[in-house]
């Protein structure tokens, strides 16, 4: 009964969403593309590289001022080179669209029988054949920018709505420094306000940066459908594998920090 009533409810909320003008509105609307990557690619390399630092300092046995400067250096140089490697990235593969793009069109330009046979045989695999087949091929190549981008999404599988280079680098920036700051936070802490503000800082560096990844992985599998605590364990496992073995290249070079 239950089953039945949630197929119910499924299906009116289905049928609300498919209207000819709500599926012209999804499919042929302004497209959004979602940063969530970016942001997701910057928390967690930011907060597994701010506590690797952390960890490594802690596990030599070095002065909580040496964390502090170490974690903040490492934020903000860490994040912006992140963030221009992600720009340059997403930049890119923007190039590259726009490379093939002029490829094609040069090719249609040079010898359009050849390219409109590519239009055939592509939506013959699809299962078209026939009238049908030919009256596709016509309404494709009649008009040349659908033809170009036709010819990007099916013969190289390439997206025509990707990200924009400057939003990307931004999320991953942003994502970094911020999630990245939880682990310093408690020695800053410390030196800014009172020395015992937090009695062990290193301590509380490690469970809020537990906390941090535990947070991160949630909010991903919230946005992707996986279950809060299977993405969630995914992100704290592999970022404390991170940490763990930053703390113990720390311990073993413990000797070489003192000298």
Known sequence: MIRNNLDGTLQQRLM???????????????????YLRDFVYGAIDGTVTTFAV???????????QVVII???????????????????????????????RRHEQSHIDAYPEGEREEIRQIFA?????GESLEQIVQVITSKNDRWVDTMLQEEYHLSLFGAQAWRAALATFWAFVLIGFVPVFPF??????????FAEPFLWSTVLTGIAFLFVGIAKGRFVDQPWYQSGLETFLLGGGAAALSYGIGMLLQGIAVT
């Not at 952390?54 to 909580?64: C, E, I, M, P, Q």
């Not at 974690?71 to 490379?99: C, I």
């Open 70 to 100: 170490l974690g903040l250096a490492n934020l903000f140089a860490d994040g912006f080179s992140m963030a221009v490697s992600n720009y340059t990235g997403t930049r890119a593969e923007q190039q590259m669209l726009e490379k093939l």
């Open 16 to 34: 609300r969403s498919h209207t000819p003008e709500q599926v012209k509105k999804r499919l042929f609307g302004r497209q959004r593309h979602s």
């Open 125 to 129: 695999k699809k299962g078209f054949q």
């Open 188 to 197: 800053l802490a410390n030196w800014l306000i009172h020395p015992a503000t």
């Open 54 to 64: 952390v960890s490594g300092v802690a596990g030599a046995h070095l002065s909580n």
